[in-house]
């Protein structure tokens, strides 16, 4: 391969960097989610980022998210292959590769790839969380998957989410459904936008997601699934909706909303923030797709998952000024003037005894090691001079309670930061709380 001439690199486009402190942002919302399913009883899952294109193919083979948007290319040995668009495919061909025992509750987070048109909160790379159950068929574990997204919406403090709750009945019901619709939008074809009319040709359903404001009215009066709902599938529907309720979370039925992806059936639903604009403001979706496992080969087997949209969530916080980037948090920070070996040998044995503690490399002066240490969030400096080594003792310094300091023997230096003020500065887990 031939070296290419440009030196200068930037990210490809719908592409971004994450530098700390987003990078922490990120992943202490990973963690509050993970805290929340896990404490259901779901279990991570990470499945490779790359798949068989058909694993994709097999889901959504009227979908723009397929058909247009993926990153699919040859491998090396010939074989076509794709960059997952989203998750739900590779977990349910995992559980297909490897037939644990049912219920299987799962979570995940992680990056999918879709090569759309980059604008705020749509982006070509993009993560998220969400969890998947495979074998259950009991309207219960719906609302059970419904209210964990709610309750980890309320853990991170928003309060402008919206659940859109909806149906799309059994198998049978959606392909009367979608034959409604696509009666419904063929007798009003001409007030169609030239979009709407190319994605009526594919996927009918799809065009009731259409935004466009010339599509709004015959949009609005195309059947609604009531219409067509079998009686199961109504029972099912019922169930959630009181499932719902008893739990306390609140939802607004949405009779026309579908989903992106084929495979899905009966309970569907979006999550809106009210506080981003329309056409970017769902932070999360999911439903039920009970043909999904035994069109990837295994069993018939029932499943419902939701993702949510890590960025896009970020974005409903900042708009709603909530779950900042967590501080920096460092125990000690050691300020070296006697040539390097002070630091060298005490950030060693402060992180052995379970302490955060960083140095500066290279030397310095007192007064920019200081800015060091001031910057590193450090609750403590350690200062160590040519007085300090002949006493054999260290100089420590409070850096958040005003200038304090006194001179401890060295090998004291630990024992008296685990006693100074043991809330603070005893060794912790990192800190993950929003502040
Ligand atoms: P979907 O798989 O399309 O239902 O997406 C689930 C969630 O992922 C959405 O509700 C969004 O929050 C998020 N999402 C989907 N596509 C993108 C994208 N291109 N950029 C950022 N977030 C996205």
Known sequence: MSRPDRT??????????VLWPESARRRALV???AAVVEAAGYREVRPPLLEDLGVFLRVGETTDVVTKEMYDFEDKDGSRVALRPELTAGVVRAFVQHSPPVPWKVWYEGANFRHERPQKG?????????VEVLGVDDPDLDVEVIALAWRFYEAIGLRSVRLLLNTLGEH????????????HLEAHRGDLSDQALATLARNPLRVLDSKRPQDRAV???APVIADVLSAPA???FARVREGLEVLGVPYTEAPRLVRGLDYYRRTTFEFAAESLDAAQNAVGGGGRYDGLAEDLGGPPTDGIGLALGVDRILLACDAEGVFGAPE??????????????????LTHELRAAGFSADRRFGGGSMKSQMKSADRSGARWAVLVGDDEVAAGEVTLRDLRGGADQRRVP???????????????TQPSEPEVEPT
């Not at 200068?8 to 960097?17: A, I, K, P, V």
């Open 122 to 130: 749509r982006y070509r790379s993009f993560e998220q969380v969400g």
């Open 8 to 17: 200068e690199f930037r990210s490809l486009t719908g592409m971004r960097d």
């Open 172 to 183: 049978d019901d959606r392909a009367r459904y979608t034959e409604a619709v696509r009666d």
């Open 219 to 221: 949009v609005e009066s």
């Open 31 to 33: 963690d509050v989610f």
């Open 328 to 345: 920096a948090v460092l125990d000690v920070y050691v300020v070296d003037l006697v040539g390097g070996a002070a630091a060298r040998d």
């Open 234 to 236: 109504a029972e099912h």
């Open 410 to 424: 060295r090998d004291r230096l630990t024992a008296e930061l685990a006693g100074s003020q043991p809330s603070e």
